[in-house]
C-alpha cells in the first residue's frame, strides 16, 4: 500500500514538473531556434541586444527600480511590523485592517493619484519615482507578513535583551532581526519579483525610452513596425528577462518556505 501512495505521489510530482517545466523549455527552445534565427542559434539575442536603446540599458533600468522597491519595502514593514506587534498605541488593530484593506482595492485605481503626487514631488518619469510606487504597492502584503513574523518570536527573548542593557533598537537589530530573517527574505522576494516583472505602472509612470524596464521594452518589440512581431527576439527577450527571478529563487528558497510555514503564517 506504501509503495502504491509512494508510486502515486512521484508519478504526480512528474507530471505538474513537466506541466510547469514544459513551457519554460518551450521558450527557451524557440529563442534559440526561432525562423528569424536562421539556424545560427543567436541571431535572436544578438537582435535583442541592439533593439532601441541597447539590452544593457533596459537590465540597468529594471534593477535599479527593483533595488529601491525592496530597499524601500524591506526597511519600511520591518519597522512597522515591529511597531504592530510589540508597541502598543491608540488605534493599532484599526491601522493594521485599515492597512490590509488596501489588499483588497485593485492597484490600478490608485495610480492615477500616485502620479500626480509624483508630479508634486517632481518624480514624474523617473526610475526613483516608479521604484516608490512598486514599494507603496508591496507595502500592505509586507506589513503583514512582518508583524506576523515579529509575533512569532518570544517576547522573553526580547525583555532578555533590554535587561542585558540593549536599547529598543539594538535588540531588533542584534536579536529580533536573525528571528524574522525568513519574514524579511520572504518579503523582499516578493518586492523583486513584482517590481522586476510590473508592466503597466512603467508603462504610465515612464515616458522616456530610455528609462524604460525590461516588460515595456518587450512589449514595444512585440509590436514593432508595421504591426510586424520577432518572435525570435522575443522569446530571447522571456528568458533574459527570467532568468534573474529563477535565480534569485532558487538561492533564497529555503527562507522562503521557512517564512511562510513560520510566523508567516501566525494569524
Same mark, same amino acid.
Given at each position: 500500500?506504501?509503495?502504491?501512495?509512494?508510486a502515486?505521489?512521484?508519478?504526480?510530482?512528474?507530471?505538474?514538473?513537466?506541466?510547469?517545466? /514544459?513551457?519554460?523549455?518551450?521558450? /527557451?527552445?524557440?529563442s534559440?531556434?526561432?525562423?528569424?534565427?536562421?539556424?545560427s542559434?543567436?541571431?535572436?539575442?544578438?537582435?535583442?541586444?541592439?533593439?532601441?536603446?541597447?539590452?544593457?540599458?533596459?537590465?540597468?533600468?529594471? $534593477?535599479?527600480?527593483?533595488?529601491?522597491?525592496?530597499?524601500?519595502?524591506? /526597511?519600511?514593514?520591518?519597522? =512597522?511590523?515591529?511597531?504592530?506587534?510589540?508597541?502598543?498605541?491608540? =488605534?493599532?488593530?484599526?491601522?493594521?485592517? !485599515?492597512?490590509?484593506?488596501?489588499?483588497?482595492?485593485?492597484? $490600478? $485605481?490608485?495610480l492615477?493619484?500616485l502620479?500626480?503626487?509624483?508630479?508634486?514631488?517632481?518624480? &514624474?518619469n523617473?526610475?526613483?519615482?516608479?521604484?516608490?510606487?512598486?514599494?507603496?504597492?508591496?507595502l500592505?502584503?509586507?506589513?503583514?507578513?512582518?508583524?506576523?513574523?515579529?509575533?512569532?518570536?518570544?517576547?522573553?527573548?526580547?525583555?532578555?535583551?533590554?535587561?542585558? =542593557?540593549?536599547?529598543?533598537?539594538?535588540a531588533?537589530?542584534?536579536?529580533?532581526?536573525r528571528?524574522?530573517?525568513?519574514?524579511?527574505?520572504?518579503?523582499?522576494?516578493?518586492?523583486?519579483?513584482?517590481?522586476?516583472?510590473?508592466?503597466?505602472?512603467?508603462?504610465?509612470?515612464?515616458?522616456?525610452?530610455? #528609462?524604460?524596464? /525590461?516588460?515595456?521594452?518587450?512589449?514595444?518589440?512585440?509590436?514593432?513596425?508595421?504591426?510586424?512581431?520577432?518572435?525570435?527576439?522575443? &522569446?530571447?527577450?522571456?528568458?533574459?528577462?527570467?532568468?534573474?527571478?529563477?535565480? !534569485?529563487?532558487?538561492?533564497? &528558497?529555503?527562507?522562503?518556505?521557512?517564512?511562510?510555514?513560520?510566523?508567516?503564517? #501566525?494569524?
Amino acid at each position: 500500500m506504501n509503495r502504491l501512495r509512494a508510486a502515486g505521489l512521484h508519478v504526480t510530482s512528474a507530471a505538474l514538473a513537466v506541466l510547469f517545466l /514544459l513551457p519554460l523549455l518551450w521558450t /527557451l527552445y524557440s529563442s534559440l531556434s526561432g525562423r528569424e534565427a536562421g539556424g545560427s542559434g543567436t541571431d535572436n539575442y544578438r537582435r535583442l541586444a541592439d533593439y532601441g536603446s541597447g539590452l544593457g540599458t533596459y537590465l540597468v533600468n529594471t $534593477t535599479v527600480v527593483a533595488l529601491v522597491a525592496v530597499t524601500v519595502t524591506v /526597511l519600511a514593514t520591518t519597522l =512597522g511590523g515591529y511597531a504592530m506587534a510589540r508597541l502598543a498605541f491608540p =488605534g493599532r488593530t484599526l491601522l493594521f485592517l !485599515v492597512t490590509l484593506a488596501i489588499l483588497m482595492v485593485p492597484y $490600478t $485605481t490608485i495610480l492615477v493619484p500616485l502620479y500626480i503626487l509624483l508630479g508634486w514631488l517632481g518624480l &514624474q518619469n523617473s526610475l526613483l519615482g516608479l521604484g516608490l510606487v512598486m514599494a507603496v504597492l508591496q507595502l500592505p502584503f509586507g506589513l503583514f507578513m512582518m508583524r506576523n513574523s515579529f509575533e512569532a518570536l518570544p517576547v522573553e527573548l526580547e525583555e532578555a535583551a533590554l535587561i542585558d =542593557g540593549c536599547s529598543i533598537g539594538g535588540a531588533l537589530r542584534r536579536v529580533l532581526l536573525r528571528g524574522v530573517l525568513p519574514g524579511v527574505v520572504t518579503v523582499a522576494l516578493f518586492s523583486f519579483l513584482a517590481a522586476w516583472n510590473e508592466f503597466v505602472a512603467p508603462l504610465i509612470f515612464l515616458t522616456d525610452g530610455e #528609462k524604460f524596464t /525590461l516588460p515595456v521594452a518587450l512589449f514595444n518589440l512585440q509590436s514593432g513596425s508595421l504591426g510586424s512581431v520577432d518572435f525570435g527576439a522575443l &522569446q530571447a527577450g522571456v528568458v533574459v528577462s527570467a532568468l534573474p527571478c529563477v535565480a !534569485v529563487f532558487l538561492v533564497l &528558497q529555503r527562507y522562503y518556505v521557512r517564512g511562510f510555514t513560520s510566523g508567516a503564517l #501566525k494569524g
